[in-house]
T-cell receptor, first 115, second 116 residues
Framework: AQTVTQSQPEMSVQEAETVTLSCTYD???????LFWYKQPPSRQMILVIR??????QNATENRFSVNFQKAAKSFSLKISDSQLGDAAMYFC????????????FGKGTRLHILP | NAGVMQNPRHLVRRRGQEARLRCSPM?????VYWYRQLPEEGLKFMVY????????ESGMPKERFSAEFPKEGPSILRIQQVVRGDSAAYFC??????????????FGPGTRLTVL
């Protein structure tokens, strides 16, 4: 069974600085999707970024980028120029590519932005 | 195009009562997923439905929980005889019919169930 592990329950970063959130996963599949979701206090789940495992290029969305290391099964999220609105829970997640299947979430990292 | 709708947003029930949570997927989406989020935890998959069919219910407790997605109307997650441990946020997500490409799941705002 696939698992997703986020080893940092909480992190803090100074506004305008850069922070990296860690995620590792375990799977025997070769093709899959990886995601980072943001959950602000409103509890709405917001998709931040998505990576297809067959793509070697790391996904980027504005200030958000990932470092995808397939062999190491590592998928970290880098947030550049942190803003107060980035404060939220961040969930790393996995989904099989060949089944219209469930998403498997990590336990999350709570990110605090210090003004 | 309205997003995934869930209602109610907040639901309070006493132990032993029934809870009915509703989810209207995005227009054109025929796949619905239900997830549960316990306090300070990530979301955990419960059940995956297509219209009139349960595809995967491996994450749903065998007793007291049921789900349906009828031909017409919203998907319903039903919890009978609720207990305090059922208190959680329940999220619904929908995705369009698969054509072999990436099928992003879009999440609703969640229903927060509190059992007194």
């Amino acid at each position: 069974a696939q698992t997703v592990t986020q080893s940092q329950p909480e992190m803090s970063v100074q506004e305008a600085e850069t922070v990296t959130l860690s995620c590792t996963y375990d799977t025997s599949e070769s093709d899959y999707y990886l995601f980072w979701y943001k959950q602000p206090p409103s509890r709405q789940m917001i998709l931040v970024i998505r990576q297809e495992a067959y793509k070697q290029q790391n996904a980027t969305e504005n200030r958000f980028s990932v470092n995808f290391q397939k062999a190491a099964k590592s998928f970290s999220l880098k947030i550049s120029d942190s803003q107060l609105g980035d404060a939220a829970m961040y969930f790393c997640a996995y989904r099989s590519m060949f089944r219209d299947d469930k998403i498997i979430f990590g336990k999350g990292t709570r990110l605090h932005i210090l003004p | 195009n309205a997003g995934v709708m869930q209602n109610p947003r907040h639901l309070v029930r006493r132990r032993g009562q029934e809870a009915r949570l509703r989810c209207s997927p995005m227009k054109g989406h025929s796949h619905v997923y239900w997830y549960r989020q316990l306090p300070e935890e990530g979301l955990k998959f419960m059940v995956y439905l297509q219209k009139e069919n349960i595809i995967d219910e491996s994450g749903m407790p065998k007793e007291r929980f049921s789900a349906e997605f009828p031909k017409e109307g919203p998907s319903i997650l039903r919890i009978q005889q609720v207990v305090r441990g059922d208190s959680a946020a329940y999220f619904c997500a929908s995705s369009p019919l698969s054509r072999g490409g990436p099928d992003t799941q879009y999440f609703g705002p969640g229903t927060r169930l509190t059992v007194l």
